[in-house]
Every structure is written in C-alpha cells, then in structure tokens.
C-alpha cells in the first residue's frame, strides 16, 4: 500500500511546526511499512488532486496568507471536489480560516474557498496558550499549542473537540477547530499530529479506506512516548481532567 500527501504551498505556509505534521504523517505510514510519498507544492505550481490521497493546508503570516489565498481561488473547484469526494485534508490556522467563506483583518476582507461554512474576524488581542480539548477523535485529552487572532465562528460544523484548557473558535464559544467529512481544521500547533497520535492515525486511516477500501486499516504502534508527553502537559495545565 501507498499514500501520497500533498503539502500545499510550503514556501508560505510553513509556520508553527507544519513540517513536523508531513513528517509524523509520512513515519508513521513507514513504520507499517506503508510507502509515503510527500509532494511539495509550490506556489505557483499545479496541483494534481487526483494524485493526493491526504492533503495538508498550514499557516502562514496575514501577507503570505493573503498570497495563497490568491491562488488557492484558481484551484477552488478542484479542492471542493476533492472534499466533496472524501479527500483527506488537515488545515491548521491559516489553512483553517482560508478554508472558510472569509477572513476579515483589520484592513480588508480575505474571500475564502467556501469549503467550510465558517468565517472569521480579527480581533486586537492574540489568544495565545497551551490548549487542552475533549475529541470524539482520541481517547485522551488533544493537546497544542493556538496563536491566532482570528476568532472563527463554525456554524452548524461539529467542532473538532470541547476546549478544557485555553481559548479555541472565539475564546467564547467552548470550541475548538471543525470536523467535516474527512476534513480536520483546527487553530492547533505544536505541531499537532506528533504529540497526538490518535489524530495523525485517523487521517491516515480514512485516506487508506478511500483508496483501498473500508478494510484497510492501520496496524497499532505503542506511543509509550506520546502518551507520556500527553500526560505531562495535561498533568501541568489541566490536572484534573483524568
């Protein structure tokens, strides 16, 4: 078996640890002996969804965001279909709110894809933490890190999980990132996908159930590190949880 993972626009988009995310994608297919196959995107370049069986979207700053947003537009049809047919995609930050209908900064309104029914609006403070979630995606606690000063409003989206410790959507909301179809957005870093497991796991499952059928499946690691490094900080920020 094989996968093939497409890390769209790496040259702007490559805050907060996105490369650890492609890496931690592409080690745990190999210690499964699974082949991983990682294109980099450029911008600039052609996207090929029909070739991706995962796609990952990261963050970037408001004017490397505002570039990628420009020709993300020129590929929205594909990257709908490719949701609307069950891709696979993590968005984190960036890649989260330009998955939206719009992100509005304090100087202008960036339009989004319109994949997610969501839009998002800048606020003066950052909310920046540790963040703590309940998931219906993992059997711990999520654990990340958010820096971000959009505050993004979900809709009817199921969130990602319930925010226990830190801000998450809007610092009001109690919520944290959107699960739809085989799409994960969230505003957390750290980078995400190595410190929780369960979650790089369930995308790579879904991306093997696409492509060879529901009864692929992944084989179990023992994460004896991982849950260490997750009980730790949930023992540090949110000591009664478990």
């Not at 929205?76 to 989260?96: K, M, W």
């Amino acid at each position: 078996m094989k996968l093939t993972i497409g890390h769209l626009y790496p040259d702007l988009l490559n805050l907060y640890g996105d490369t650890g995310n492609i890496q931690c994608l592409k080690k745990r297919l190999q210690w499964r002996g699974i082949e991983a196959e990682v294109i980099p995107c450029q911008s600039g370049s052609r996207v090929d969804f029909d070739r991706l069986d995962l796609v990952l979207l990261g963050g970037g700053p408001d004017r490397e965001q505002e570039l990628a947003c420009g020709q993300l537009k020129e590929i929205r049809r594909d990257f709908e279909a490719y949701v609307r047919e069950n891709g696979t995609v993590l968005a984190v930050c960036g890649g989260y709110q330009l998955l939206g209908n719009y992100y509005r900064t304090g100087v202008k309104t960036l339009e989004g894809l319109g994949i997610l029914n969501i839009y998002t609006e800048w606020e003066p403070k950052r909310l920046v933490s540790n963040i703590i979630l309940k998931s219906p995606l993992c059997p711990e606690p999520v654990t990340g890190f958010e820096n971000h000063g959009g505050r993004t409003n979900i809709g009817d989206h199921s969130p990602l999980g319930r925010v226990l410790y830190g801000y998450g959507n809007t610092e009001e909301s109690g919520y944290e990132g959107v699960l739809y179809k085989n799409v994960v957005a969230t505003y957390l870093h750290g980078p995400l996908l190595p410190k929780n497991p369960a979650i790089c796991d369930y995308l790579l499952e879904r991306a093997l159930k696409k492509k060879y059928g529901e009864n692929a499946h992944l084989q179990p690691l023992s994460d004896r590190l991982e849950h260490i490094a997750n009980h730790s900080i949930v023992a540090r920020y949110y000591t009664s949880l478990w």
